[in-house]
Every structure is written in C-alpha cells, then in structure tokens.
C-alpha cells in the first residue's frame, strides 16, 4: 500500500523559510509525477508545484521564484523549499503523487504551514 507522508510544518515569521519533506512508503518515486497542494482554511485546495518523473518542475504563480521543488529518488523523497514566505502561504500542504502508469493516484494527511506577520 503506498503512503505518502509530509514533515517540516510550522511557524514561522514573514519573510523565512521552510523546507516540507513528503517520504514516500509501499512503492518507488520514480514511478510517480508528485504535486504539492495546499488548502487554506475556507479555501479549495490549490496546486502550487508539480515535479515529473523526468524531472520537469512547474509551479503555481505565487511561488515562482520562491518555492523550489525537487526530488530524491534515492531517498523516496520530495521537497518543497520555500522561500520568502508570506502570511498568504499559511496552509495546510499536502503532497500527492500520481502514478505514469496507472494515473493512480495518492495524498498525504498534510502539514502545517504558519507564517505570522
């Protein structure tokens, strides 16, 4: 059974940094196109960046420039590196990862993101 899970949430000030972790158990990355979403209270969960299994990153407007997506297949491993954080990127972020194969596809329980002002 593949299961995703996120760490490296918190607090943290305007203007600092966070690095989210989503480890990826029961399977291989490789196999997966992996997203980060995030869904702020009374808000719709949202994409903010997607890396392919190839390697391709694409990102939503707000975090470009920002937020770097990457992978280490040897660690099962995804991160999201944000930068300049801002209270709007106060969210819960989840990571979902997509199977190339079977279009299959699976979430994380999230992590929480708080940046005060």
């Known amino acids: 059974q593949v299961q995703l899970v996120e760490s490296g949430g918190g607090l943290v000030q305007s203007g600092g940094s966070l690095r989210l972790s989503c480890t990826v158990s029961?399977?291989?990355?490789?196999?997966?196109?992996m997203d980060w979403y995030r869904q702020a209270p009374g808000k719709e969960r949202e994409l903010v960046a997607r890396?392919?299994?190839?390697?391709?990153?694409g990102y939503e407007d707000s975090a470009k420039g920002r937020f770097t997506i990457s992978r280490d297949n040897a660690k099962n491993t995804m991160y999201l590196q944000m930068n300049s954080l801002e209270p709007e990127d106060t969210a819960k972020y989840y990571c979902?990862?997509?199977?190339?194969?079977?279009?299959?596809?699976?979430w994380g329980q999230g992590t929480q993101v708080t940046v005060s002002s």
């Open positions: 029961g399977s291989i990355i490789s196999l997966y196109d």
């Open positions: 890396i392919r299994v190839g390697g391709i990153t």
């Open positions: 979902r990862a997509e199977s190339v194969a079977t279009m299959d596809t699976y």
